[in-house]
C-alpha cells in the first residue's frame, strides 16, 4: 500500500520509521512518503493560511498550495488515490473504516492545521478522487497529523503480512464489536494477586466461555453505547445468563 501525507509539518510524521509500521516499511508492505505542503508556495514567506472569510478566530489554510499539491499527487501515480481528511468534522474512524482502508491500494492524507483548509479544496479533490473527511473522535486537536499517524496504524496492522499471527487480529476488541478480555501471563501469583484460575486450567472449552463473559461484563461497564448497537443475534442464550 502506498500513503502520502501533505502536512506543513512532516517532521510530525518520523514516528512512522518505528517498530511494526518501519518494518512494514523495510519488507516493501508499505510505502509511505510525507511532503511538506510549503513546497508549492511561491511567495518568500511560503504562507499557507489567511484570515477567514466572513470573520472569527483563527487562520485558514490557502487553497492554491493544497490545490497543487493534490494536482503534484496525481502526476506522481497510476489512478487516483482514496484522500482522507483530517477533521473534527469527519465521519468518525472506527474499526470498520480501518478494514475498508485497508483494501485500499493508495491512500493520501490532506493534513489540515488551524482552523482547517479551505473547503473549495476538498470540493474539487472530490471531482478527482474518492474524498473521505474523517475525525477521530468528539474532542478537537491542533492538526490532522496525529489522525493520520492513528489511521495509518490501525489501517496497516490490517494489512496482510504485517502481524504474524492473524489470529491475534480475529480475537481483538472491536473485531466482533465487543471489548477484548483483560489478558495475564506468568507468574502464576504476583503481589500476592492470582492469575484467573480457569486460564490456568488447561479447559479450552471453558477459557472460551470465561472470555466471553468477561468481554460482555467489561463492554457493559466501559462501553455500554456498543451493547445497545450489537444485533440482537449477536448473543446466544448462554451470553444472556451472564
Ligand atoms: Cl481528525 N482533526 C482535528 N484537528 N481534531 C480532531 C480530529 C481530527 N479528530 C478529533 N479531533
Keep these: 500500500m502506498r500513503i502520502d501525507v501533505i502536512t506543513v509539518f512532516p517532521e510530525y510524521l518520523a514516528p512512522l520509521e518505528l517498530s511494526l509500521i518501519g518494518r512494514a516499511r523495510e519488507r516493501g508492505l508499505l510505502d509511505v512518503r510525507a511532503h511538506d505542503l510549503r513546497q508549492w508556495t511561491h511567495d518568500v514567506h511560503r504562507t499557507v493560511d489567511d484570515a477567514p472569510c466572513g470573520g472569527g478566530a483563527g487562520m485558514v489554510m490557502r487553497p492554491e498550495p493544497w490545490g497543487e499539491a493534490l494536482d503534484a499527487l496525481l502526476d506522481s501515480g497510476e489512478g487516483a488515490p482514496r484522500l482522507l481528511v483530517p477533521s473534527p468534522a469527519g465521519r468518525v474512524f ?71 499471527n492473524r489470529d491475534s487480529l480475529l480475537e481483538e476488541s472491536h473485531n466482533d464489536g465487543l471489548l477484548e478480555a483483560p489478558s495475564y501471563t506468568r507468574p502464576a501469583n504476583w503481589r500476592g494477586r492470582d492469575v484467573p484460575e480457569v486460564l490456568m486450567s488447561g479447559h479450552h472449552a471453558r477459557i472460551a466461555r470465561w472470555r466471553r463473559d468477561q468481554s460482555l461484563l467489561r463492554t457493559a461497564q466501559s462501553r455500554p453505547d456498543l451493547l445497545d448497537r450489537a444485533p440482537a443475534d449477536a448473543f446466544d442464550r448462554k451470553d444472556r445468563a451472564v
Excluded: N
Design 94 to 164: 472506527s474499526q470498520d473504516m480501518a478494514a475498508e482502508l485497508a483494501a485500499e491500494p493508495w491512500l493520501a492524507f490532506a493534513c489540515g492545521r488551524y482552523e482547517g483548509i479551505d473547503q473549495r479544496v476538498i470540493e474539487d479533490a472530490a471531482e478527482r478522487m474518492p474524498v473521505t473527511e474523517v475525525s477521530l473522535g468528539d474532542y478537537v486537536l491542533f492538526g490532522g497529523e496525529v489522525a493520520a499517524l492513528t489511521i495509518v496504524e490501525a489501517v496497516t496492522r490490517l494489512i496482510p503480512g504485517v502481524l504474524g
